[in-house]
Structures are given as structure tokens and as C-alpha cells.
């Protein structure tokens, strides 16, 4: 186990131990709406009135604090701690204030706890932050990495619309669908950025959604076939975002290991129903995703095969 997760669990374990609601917040929520930048902190809010619950068990780890800290950019009451050299900071979020750059002044910026999205870290479902909320935090006095993660939540926000745009009109026809792609290997725990939505649907369904999708089409619905796939495709681009549906029904995939077309027809059984941008949806299961990328060549690829199969050995 990396020092990043092994930390991340001992925190999150003393916080569930003492029954303590939290927020995670930073680069690491951040990090779970998209941004691939390394964080070197954990930053985690509490309420003020928590602290006490939980000092004899950070009382070995601690650096400083808990104690007014005031920076040029935030004032909170702040607990630093270190656990086998990863840096943790737990702040108390509801009664914080921030300097407003642009205004020129300390404005109030307490947390509201109940605004949050369940996201996993490191194999842990947290809260975290909702992105709007990261975003006006960061925008306040932003630095280069908060920049970053800005452009990156930003892109999140945007796939989030989309998504729930696609998943709308497939449920309106009734549909039967199923996340595959990078987007699913995200749901798994892949770290790359996603980049094009990926959902396979019957073959005969494509046609049954077009109406609704025709002015979005740039591509389809007709049989593509390159180099590693032969399939019946339709591809949409909305506010932005690329979507792939696929006909899953006749799918063939060139082996790249072999050279030789493999049938690759999806199995709309074998799912699991994962939360993705705040939906709960049928996600191809983690071997088959494994499995058909594994006949596919790219980094990319590899990197979501890891990160999918990490995520079996776990389990």
C-alpha cells in the first residue's frame, strides 16, 4: 500500500470512528473531479466543535494546531498534521473566512456540509466538496495549481452535463445501456482525463434515439471499421463532449496480441451499477473491461487496466 493511500485510510478510519462529518477539499477533491496534478496535502474540513472528539488520536501526529492560522488567502482554525511524512490539514470549515482577490476583502466562506458528492479515494466512498464550491474557493486567490484544477473541475462540470443530457434521452426511449470506455475505467479508479463518453446500447436502439440526437451527430449511425474496431457507431458532440454510442450487439475488436477479429458483442448482464456524475448507472463489469481493453494497444489503455485490476486484487 502507497504512503498517500495508507495515510488517506488512518484519517478517514479516526474520523468514522468518532462519528465526525467531513469534507474533503483542495487538490484532492480536486484530483476527484478530474485534475491529475500530485498533491502533496490532504485537506479536510470538520466542524469547529469536532476538533476535541479527535486530539488523543491525532495527539502523535500532530505538527500544530488546532489554532487560528490566517495566510494571506484563508483564516480558519487549523489542525497540521503529519502521518509517516504525508502532510494532513484538517480545518475547522464552518467558520472560515477567505480574502476575495478581486474585492479586495475577507469574506465569510464557511463550508456548508450538506453540499457534497460521493466520490472514491483511494478505494474510500468520502464526501467531497461539490465542485462548484471548490471552484469558487480556489477562484478567490488563485495560484498556478489552482488554476489547474480550476480547468480541470471546470471540463468536469461540463462531461457531468453532458452526461446526464445522454443519460436522459436513453431513458426517455427506454434504453438499455452500459458505460463502457475510459469512463468506466474511471469509475474504477483510472487517474488519466477523461476525454470522449463511451456508452454501448443495442444495435436497433440507435435508430430508436435519433430524433432526439440529430442535431448533435457527427458521425452515424452507419458500420465503422478501422485498423481495431468493426462496429455500427454513432457519434455526438453536445456543448462540446464527445459521445460514442455503439451498437453492441455485432461489436468485433482486432486483437493486437493475435492480429485476429474477435467477436465482442456486450454482455448488458454482466454490469455493475456504479455512481457517475451523480447517477447510478450500469458500468461494464471490471473483467470484461479488462479483457477487451486488454486486446487494444496505448498507454492509455494500460494505464486504465491497472488501475481496474488494482481494484480486483483488492477485492
Request: proline share 3%; net charge negative; charged share 30%.
Amino acid at each position: 500500500m502507497d504512503l498517500q493511500k495508507e495515510a488517506f485510510i488512518w484519517i478517514i478510519n479516526i474520523l468514522r470512528k468518532n462519528s465526525i462529518p467531513f469534507l474533503i477539499s483542495g487538490g484532492l477533491a480536486a484530483n476527484a473531479y478530474g485534475s491529475t496534478r500530485e498533491i502533496r496535502d490532504f485537506d479536510i474540513e470538520i466542524k469547529n466543535s469536532d476538533f476535541q472528539k479527535i486530539m488523543n488520536d491525532f495527539k502523535p501526529y500532530t505538527i500544530s494546531g488546532p489554532e487560528i492560522y490566517k495566510s494571506r488567502a484563508f483564516e480558519n482554525v487549523l489542525l497540521k498534521l503529519n502521518f509517516n511524512g504525508q502532510e494532513i490539514d484538517i480545518a475547522g470549515g464552518d467558520k472560515s473566512r477567505i480574502y476575495n482577490s478581486n474585492k479586495q476583502e475577507w469574506v465569510n466562506d464557511s463550508v456548508d456540509f450538506k453540499r457534497f458528492e460521493n466520490k472514491e479515494i483511494f478505494c474510500q466512498l468520502v464526501s467531497v466538496m461539490y465542485p462548484e464550491d471548490v471552484i469558487a474557493y480556489k477562484s478567490s486567490h488563485p495560484r498556478p495549481e489552482d488554476l489547474i484544477d480550476i480547468e480541470a473541475i471546470s471540463k468536469y462540470l461540463n462531461s457531468e452535463k453532458n452526461f446526464n443530457w445522454i443519460i436522459s434521452v436513453l431513458k426517455k426511449h427506454n434504453v438499455r445501456f452500459v458505460i463502457t470506455g475510459g469512463l468506466a475505467a474511471k469509475s474504477y479508479g483510472s487517474p488519466r482525463p477523461l476525454n470522449d463518453i463511451d456508452i454501448d446500447i443495442h444495435d436497433k436502439d440507435l435508430y430508436l434515439i435519433l430524433e432526439d440526437v440529430k442535431p448533435y451527430i457527427t458521425f452515424g449511425p452507419e458500420q465503422y471499421k478501422d485498423e481495431r474496431w468493426d462496429l455500427l457507431l454513432m457519434t455526438l458532440n453536445h456543448d462540446g463532449q464527445d459521445i460514442d454510442l455503439s451498437g453492441g450487439d455485432t461489436l468485433k475488436i482486432c486483437d493486437a496480441r493475435t492480429g485476429k477479429w474477435m467477436n465482442n458483442a456486450t454482455n448488458f448482464s454482466n454490469t455493475e451499477e456504479k455512481e457517475i456524475f451523480g447517477l447510478k448507472v450500469p458500468v461494464i463489469s471490471k473483467k470484461d473491461l479488462v479483457d477487451y481493453k486488454s486486446m487494444l494497444v496505448g498507454e492509455h489503455q494500460q494505464v486504465d487496466i491497472q488501475a481496474v485490476q488494482n481494484k480486483l486484487c483488492i477485492q
